[in-house]
């Protein structure tokens, strides 16, 4: 939830957020980004990355529940789901969804994914993932990008063929390149600034549809 409980009370996602048993604000922005490009279709075996407290796992969980009845077909359906979380931070728990406190950046946590889906390919791979800002909006973006490359090398190790990727960036100058990346290894590439955003952030989501 917001630092500043006195700039945030008057929020609407904020009270939205607080009225509905989400554990952060930051739920608007997943629950946009999938009402706009339907990412969470056929999603089964999901990660996401930097996941604490752990509103975009309480969705993820939601929705991948959801998509047991409702893509039981003859097309790429599974019969069960594996939710995935991982923070520096602790995440309090949430029904059938693992959490693991450590950095994603590390051999450590590979291995956690390849022993957690059974070397399986994930449907999705999310990430809200921030640096720790410094107030220097340049180096902030460097360093944001620079965390963005290494979600891109999860994404490389264990996505499967057509799946979805959505990450955290800061606009700025690096932010074409880190598009074009993306678009080398994504049919599909849109950015996408959700309302809940907040005015004035620069922050802003590159989602990578079907992997290459
Ligand atoms: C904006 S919060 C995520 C909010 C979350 N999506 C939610 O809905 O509750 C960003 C998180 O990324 C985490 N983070 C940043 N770098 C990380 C890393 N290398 N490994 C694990 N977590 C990281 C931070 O600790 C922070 O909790």
Redesign the pocket.
Known sequence: MPKDPHVHRNDPHYKQAKQKG???R??Y??LDIQKRFNIFKRAFYIL????????????SRKIAEENLEKYKDQYYHRDHFKILG????N?SPIDDVKTVK????TPE?QNEIEIFFKSNKLDII???????KSGNKFSDQIRQNQ?CY?ILEIARKNLRYKGILVL?TFQGQDFNKLMKQMKYEFQIVKSYKPKASKKGSNEIYIIGLKKK
Do not use: E, H, T
């Open positions: 989400f554990r952060a930051s739920a922005k997943l996401d990355l930097g996941s604490a407290p752990g509103s975009w796992l309480q969705i991982v923070d520096l931070k995440i450590m950095d994603f950046n946590f999310l990430s809200d993932a921030s640096i720790n965390l290494s955290k």
